[in-house]
């Protein structure tokens, strides 16, 4: 039996992701959406998303009704009540902390994002796994160890030889494993704490789309070195894949 301390729980756990609570505001926006509507606001696949919309239905957040053969979602937004009444309580704390927000709200408005877009020939299940294995990784990425696993919470090194100053290791803890439509993990090194996400879109000729975002970067210096290593580490992916 679902109790209400477990209720809300839920309610906190599918609001904590980020996709989830943009699915939330696209149904705040509209009094019914279908899938379709939905997903074509995202980079990822019908089944993905309908897996997010399984957890916010699970949390009563949305609800859905079969019209014909399509399934329509409605908001219901009166579990998010709990979370209003909780976060209120809390909002004296907030004030006396609001120069520090502001601060740190605009450090990162003068964080700069890398977003880049590859084709590859192979279908996604391919991709995915290039993406995912520790082995293969080592074959196309500039890092020729590594000891990474795609789990939620793993964390990893990807290690070379020092170069001048730098030690040539990136520590990372995986954060999203969404397989196989999107990778998310932390990128730490050089001062740096990004966030790099891989979306993975199967084109229907078999062929993969998929996209890259470096989150974070501080530093033009420290981006156009990110897009000079990320596109010619794609070329080698892109070897790597045809020979899988």
Request: charged share 25%.
């Given at each position: 039996m679902l109790t209400e301390k477990s209720h809300m729980r839920d309610v906190?756990?599918?609001?904590?992701?980020?996709?989830?609570?943009?699915?939330?505001?696209?149904?705040?926006?509209?009094?019914e959406l279908p899938l379709h509507a939905l997903t074509v606001h995202f980079s990822m696949g019908r089944t993905a998303v309908s897996k997010h919309l399984a957890v916010l239905k699970e949390a009563g957040l949305v609800?859905?009704?079969?019209?014909?053969?399509?399934t329509l979602y409605r908001l219901n937004a009166e579990p998010l009540r709990q979370v209003q009444d909780w976060v209120s309580y809390y909002e004296k704390f907030w004030k006396k902390r609001m120069n520090i927000?502001?601060?740190?709200?605009?450090?990162?408005?003068?964080?700069?994002?890398?977003?880049?877009?590859?084709?590859?020939?192979?279908?996604?299940?391919?991709v995915w796994f290039a993406l995912t294995d520790?082995?293969?990784?080592?074959?196309?990425?500039?890092?020729?160890?590594?000891?990474?696993?795609p789990v939620v919470g793993h964390k990893f090194q990807f290690r070379m030889d020092p170069v001048g100053e730098w030690n040539g290791i990136v520590?990372?803890?995986?954060?999203?494993?969404?397989?196989?439509?999107?990778?998310?993990?932390?990128?730490?090194?050089l001062g740096e704490s990004n966030t790099v996400t891989w979306t993975l879109q199967q084109d229907e000729d078999g062929t993969t789309h998929v996209h890259l975002e470096q989150t974070g970067i501080r530093s033009e210096q420290?981006?156009?070195?990110?897009?000079?290593?990320?596109?010619?580490?794609?070329?080698?992916l892109e070897n790597v894949l045809a020979d899988l």
């Amino acid at each position: 039996m679902l109790t209400e301390k477990s209720h809300m729980r839920d309610v906190y756990q599918a609001i904590a992701d980020p996709t989830r609570r943009t699915l939330l505001r696209l149904l705040a926006d509209a009094e019914e959406l279908p899938l379709h509507a939905l997903t074509v606001h995202f980079s990822m696949g019908r089944t993905a998303v309908s897996k997010h919309l399984a957890v916010l239905k699970e949390a009563g957040l949305v609800t859905e009704r079969r019209v014909g053969r399509e399934t329509l979602y409605r908001l219901n937004a009166e579990p998010l009540r709990q979370v209003q009444d909780w976060v209120s309580y809390y909002e004296k704390f907030w004030k006396k902390r609001m120069n520090i927000l502001n601060q740190l709200l605009q450090e990162e408005t003068r964080m700069k994002s890398l977003s880049l877009d590859f084709h590859f020939k192979s279908p996604i299940e391919k991709v995915w796994f290039a993406l995912t294995d520790s082995n293969t990784l080592s074959k196309w990425m500039m890092f020729k160890e590594n000891h990474f696993k795609p789990v939620v919470g793993h964390k990893f090194q990807f290690r070379m030889d020092p170069v001048g100053e730098w030690n040539g290791i990136v520590e990372g803890e995986v954060l999203e494993v969404d397989e196989p439509y999107r990778l998310s993990y932390t990128w730490v090194s050089l001062g740096e704490s990004n966030t790099v996400t891989w979306t993975l879109q199967q084109d229907e000729d078999g062929t993969t789309h998929v996209h890259l975002e470096q989150t974070g970067i501080r530093s033009e210096q420290a981006l156009n070195g990110a897009k000079y290593g990320w596109q010619g580490m794609a070329k080698q992916l892109e070897n790597v894949l045809a020979d899988l």
